[in-house]
């Protein structure tokens, strides 16, 4: 079966509903999902990223030419660059979509990144200003951001990942993820207001290419302004630039990066960062951590957009 994400023809050995199907075309890497598991196996060069409490959300390790990933007890990637394969190893009873949404929002930027690409942990959307995209940790709002710009009409890019690329020595071009949001049910009734009570609890709800809700945008963009998010108490919104150094700094931070011991592939995406991301500037976006201060922190991001 052959899908396309992030602007590439992916071929996968079993179903991804969250991903609209291709007729035909050439894949540039194969999805591949198995029950087994990596146990016995020895791996090595083990680097651990940790969360804000210390401990490892993902931790990175080789064999050869293989690089697994694995995700806390949910479950192991290995990507194996000779045949372009990235397979999913489940792991206890981890359901089926919580593995696709690591394979779509994690693994696969994540080696998108190790294979020269420059993929930021980003919402965006095309805006009347041009396309915009949001910077921050988790929690910070990045989806319900472009999700409030998308209840107005605006097409989402994407939800977690945003891949770039340059057009000729230009503009800095946003690709579409796939038709996909997860939004937490107290933003839904932002974007619906049909689903205004709907929801019982805090959780995680998916917004996908069968929902009409949003629109989820086709075509690459010209990338006018990347904010980076800093939710307060409060009323005021403020926007200010950052400076180069401190751009390249956050930049760095929010960016998808396989291998962190890696001299040459970190070396490269340090010269792709600077060379093309730089220039452009990211800006620090302080705003009240309030739902109902939406449309008045996508007023400001317009406006401030417009002034480009």
Not at 169 to 174: E, Y
Not at 176 to 188: E, H, I, N, T
Not at 235 to 246: A, F, G, K, N
Not at 290 to 304: E, G, Q, S
């Amino acid at each position: 079966m052959l899908y396309r994400a992030y602007g590439l023809i992916l071929s996968s050995s079993h179903r991804i509903p969250e991903l609209a199907p291709v007729g035909r075309g050439r894949a540039a890497l194969r999805l591949q999902f198995e029950r087994g598991t990596l146990a016995g196996q020895r791996w090595y060069g083990a680097s651990p990223r940790p969360q804000e409490d210390g401990r490892p959300w993902l931790i990175v390790s080789r064999r050869g030419e293989l690089l697994r990933m694995q995700f806390r007890t949910l479950a192991d990637f290995v990507w194996d660059p000779m045949t372009r394969t990235l397979t999913a190893f489940r792991r206890g009873g981890t359901p089926a979509q919580t593995i696709r949404h690591l394979a779509l929002d994690q693994a696969l930027p994540l080696v998108l990144g190790h294979e020269g690409f420059t993929v930021l942990h980003a919402s965006a959307c095309v805006t009347p200003a041009g396309t915009v995209a949001f910077l921050g940790p988790t929690g910070a709002g990045k989806s319900t951001m472009a999700a409030a710009f998308g209840a107005t009409g605006c097409p989402v890019i994407a939800d977690d990942a945003v891949l770039l690329t340059q057009r000729g020595n230009a503009d800095l071009i946003a690709v579409p993820a796939y038709a996909g949001s997860r939004l937490w049910s107290d933003v839904l009734p932002v974007v619906d207001p049909r689903r205004r009570g709907a929801s019982r609890g805090r959780t995680k709800r998916r917004l996908g290419r069968h929902d009409r809700t949003l629109r989820f945008a086709k075509d690459p963009a010209p990338l006018r302004r990347v904010y980076l998010l800093k939710p307060r108490k409060g009323t005021d919104v403020l926007i200010e630039p950052l400076s180069r150094r401190d751009s390249l700094i956050e930049l760095i931070k929010h960016t998808y990066v396989l291998e962190v011991r890696d001299r040459a592939h970190l070396l490269a995406h340090f010269d792709r960062l600077t060379r093309d991301c730089v220039p452009l500037g990211i800006r620090m976006l302080t705003y009240p951590h309030d739902v109902a201060m939406l449309p008045r922190v996508c007023a400001a991001i317009l406006a401030d957009a417009s002034s480009a």
